[in-house]
């Protein structure tokens, strides 16, 4: 839906080039981040008020809470509080001992590892698991990438625990561990989880760190072997006290704890468990809170989801795999859709949440994890055989395309929700903004903008928002190394409006009468831009056209430098709008000398556009071939103006001269421009027969004989050699003659015969790249 080119992200550098897409697992991940930030956005902050007491005595303080919690209505937390103060006797009602375990955690799978490390390490998890991989590698820790939660029955645990007692660390621990004395040994719990390929992660080797570590890479390591003692050791043993009271009939209770064993938690620091110690009370014992207070507080949103949270969310609703959880993420984060801050949580960015509000407004919940869960449903449906796997591929692509068509036929929405957040490419974001990509109306479809882009191959072209519906395109030189659009609008171009660029050419690639720097319009008033487009494309056209084939046939091309059957336009003359460009080819003169006729295929006419002038273009290959030579070209491949074979054409000069005609064969010439070192804008006139060699330039026209030949006498000698050519058959660029096989002769742009033979020498036995005398 182009909305790269439809609107003005905010990115720069190398962000412009980002990849917008969609993804079963990477838009749900998303829609995590983003429901949660609307929650927050959503919050409205509510005054409470809550009863507050505590109780000091010569064992310590305990704090009770009020029962209800709090109240939101100020009037009802104010009587309730004056009844509590006009009777501030509290009652004990019951007082409940009980033991308190903590368990120890499940073997470490992967979303442990990453959630962990998140929350313990301060990693993100994909760098923890690219650490964790450098590890495995290394024979540290076991596979890192396992949905395993649970330790076979066959795996020697005490010989992993062995390795680890002459850790400094935890090397005592480890001792105590395997001591049966210490009763410290639990087999881990059962997580549940099994996916038959990989044990739980596990240390596999004993380091106290290696040299080429990095404090992440101990940091890992540590997590790895502290997690696995710990789920190897009892659970912790604490003793906790609940005290319940009661004042003027509101009910308040207070808690503590005391830890009796900690067991794991020696080893694993990860884990915090304690509590405060309450005062001994007994039942119906009475007493005055030292403090009795009315507290108000304010409601507040949930916080943002921290990458620990984030994977909990993507687990639960089996977003992605243990091993691919965190690409996901990380994708988010590469497509600047999700920006994360120092405390590892996420927030959306404008581009994100405006593709999340674009689908829900769709009705389509394609940033819920329902779609990919029903994917993940049906593939364990084929593990277990209960379906086949052509039935599930061809439900889910049935699902995707149902998705996608009308994701397709609703886009107008996800445009709506994109143009909330950023503004539309055709105007300027602020007033800091000096450039725009938009240069003019597309001419040819009437619905879109002509856009300037850079090429693969890093020229620059204009083409139309609308591809590939629309396919207009401009293509600008290939000499150009940089171009912007500018503010600036033509007065001249119609419909506008038609923004100026401004080129910057390679100083090595232009003549040097042009300059560098241009501030030039595409619309078709500038004749410069035309000028050395024409010279770009006839440059590309030497370094890239093949011998011809035969005199005899008829060959089909585009113009020289675009690719064949490409649909383009050349820059206009005058100022008629871009769709309307009629070009007016000609064929690319052949730098081997062939006399063949070219036809030019659809070049320069938008596919799909109104034909206008379609008679400039399309000519057949009969019509092409009839008219030998095309006055329109110049020694240099360059266009004119004029298109076919006209009166004007064999007009001696632009300035309204008589005819030159031919004094060998009779016929009309015609005007070019050579292009030489020494001759570069003289223009001459040589004869439109091929087979002839007359040649005349037009600053010697008053020098010599009406109808004279000028320099070009030497013609009849031209002619006379043309005539041997042809006896003689000579064989072109593949051969040494200078001649084609219907005897035509070739001439450069000075007039001078192109001959055969070496011009160091003389010798026609060789050209002068494999001459001899060479260099003497």
């Known amino acids: 839906m182009l909305l790269k080119d439809a609107f003005v992200l905010d990115v720069s550098g190398e962000e412009r080039n980002m990849v917008l897409s969609y993804g079963p697992c990477q838009f749900p991940t998303l829609g995590f981040i983003v429901e949660r930030f609307w929650e927050i956005q959503a919050h409205e902050p509510e005054e409470f008020w809550t009863i507050n007491c505590s109780h000091t005595s010569d064992e310590g303080t305990a704090s009770f809470i009020w029962i209800r919690g709090h109240l939101f209505d100020y009037s009802s937390a104010v009587v309730i509080y004056e009844m509590c103060v006009h009777e501030p006797m509290a009652t004990v009602q019951n007082v409940r001992n009980q033991e308190k375990l903590k368990y120890p955690p499940y073997p470490l799978s992967t979303v442990e590892l990453q959630k962990r490390a998140s929350r313990c390490c301060r990693m993100s998890s994909e760098h923890t698991m690219k650490v964790a991989e450098e590890l495995y590698q290394a024979g540290f820790i076991s596979y890192p990438r396992t949905e395993t939660d649970s330790f076979s029955p066959n795996t020697d645990l005490h010989a992993i625990v062995r390795e680890q007692v002459d850790h400094p660390d935890w090397g005592t621990y480890a001792q105590r561990l395997l001591n049966p004395e210490e009763r410290l040994w639990r087999n881990p719990s059962n997580g549940g989880h099994d996916d038959k390929a990989h044990p739980p992660i596990h240390p596999t080797k004993f380091s106290t760190g290696e040299n080429n570590w990095s404090p992440d890479h101990k940091k890992v390591y540590e997590l790895v072997v502290r997690h696995f003692l710990a789920c190897c050791s009892q659970p912790a043993v604490g003793a906790e006290t ?84 965190h690409e996901h993420i990380k994708k988010l984060l590469d497509r600047c859709y999700a920006t994360k801050d120092a405390n590892s949580r996420f927030s959306p960015t404008n581009l994100g949440e405006a593709l999340v509000m674009g689908y829900d407004e769709m009705g389509y919940e394609l940033w819920k994890p329902y779609l990919r869960a029903m994917m993940e449903a049906d593939m364990k449906s084929v593990s277990v055989g209960t379906k086949s796997k052509a039935q599930v591929l061809e439900g889910c692509l049935q699902q995707m395309k149902a998705c996608f068509l009308d994701a397709r036929a609703n886009k107008v929405k996800l445009l709506d929700a994109m143009g909330t957040f950023f503004a539309r490419s055709n105007r300027p974001i602020n007033e800091t903004q000096n450039t725009i990509e938009v240069v003019r109306p597309c001419g040819a479809c009437n619905d879109s903008e002509m856009l300037l882009k850079r090429r693969p191959n890093g020229g620059f072209m204009v083409g139309c928002r609308g591809f590939p519906q629309c396919r207009n395109v401009v293509w600008l030189p290939g000499s150009l190394a940089e171009a912007a659009v500018t503010q600036q609008i ?68 585009s113009t020289s430098g675009v690719r064949q059957g490409a649909p383009r336009q050349d820059l206009p003359t005058g100022s008629r709008s871009t769709g309307q460009f009629a070009n007016q080819h000609t064929p690319a003169v052949n730098p081997q000398g062939r006399g063949q006729s070219q036809t030019p295929s659809a070049v320069g006419v938008r596919q799909g556009t109104p034909r206008q002038d379609l008679h400039t273009v399309f000519r057949t290959a009969s019509q092409f071939a009839n008219e030998q030579q095309t006055p329109g070209v110049n020694p240099q491949g360059f266009r004119s103006t004029h298109t076919g074979l006209t009166q004007n054409s064999r007009n001696a000069s632009s300035s309204g001269a008589g005819q030159v005609l031919c004094t060998t064969c009779g016929e009309a010439c015609i005007n070019r421009t050579a292009n030489t070192e020494a001759n570069r804008g003289r223009k001459f006139y040589k004869c439109q027969n091929p087979g002839c060699g007359f040649f005349v330039w037009e600053d010697e026209l008053d020098n010599v004989a009406p109808r004279g030949r000028g320099r070009g006498s030497r013609g009849g000698g031209r002619q006379a050699s043309a005539s041997a050519g042809r006896r003689g058959g000579g064989r072109g660029r593949r051969g040494r003659g200078n001649t084609d096989a219907d005897g035509m002769t070739f001439i450069s742009a000075t007039g001078d015969t192109v001959h055969g033979c070496c011009f160091t020498c003389g010798d026609p036995s060789h050209f002068a790249n494999a001459c001899p005398n060479r260099g003497r």
């Open 242 to 325: 609940t005290v319940e009271v009661d004042i003027a009939g509101e009910q308040f209770n207070a808690s503590g704890r005391v830890v009796l064993a900690k067991n794991y938690l020696d080893v694993y620091r990860y884990d915090s468990w304690g509590g405060s110690l309450l005062p001994t009370y007994t039942i119906g014992q009475q007493f005055v809170p030292t403090s009795l207070t009315l507290d108000s507080g304010v409601t507040r949103p949930p916080p943002l989801l921290a990458e620990a949270d984030l994977l909990s969310c993507m687990d639960k609703a089996g977003i992605g795999t243990d091993a691919t959880m």
């Open 490 to 557: 033509c007065p001249t171009c119609v419909p506008g409006p038609v923004y100026k660029i401004q080129f910057k050419f390679n100083r090595r690639d232009i003549p040097p009468s042009f300059d560098v720097d241009h501030l030039g319009c595409i619309g078709g008033c500038d004749d410069v831009l035309k000028e050395l487009t024409e010279m770009s494309r006839f440059q590309h056209h030497n370094q890239t056209t093949t011998p011809a084939r035969s005199q005899s046939q008829t060959q089909t091309t």
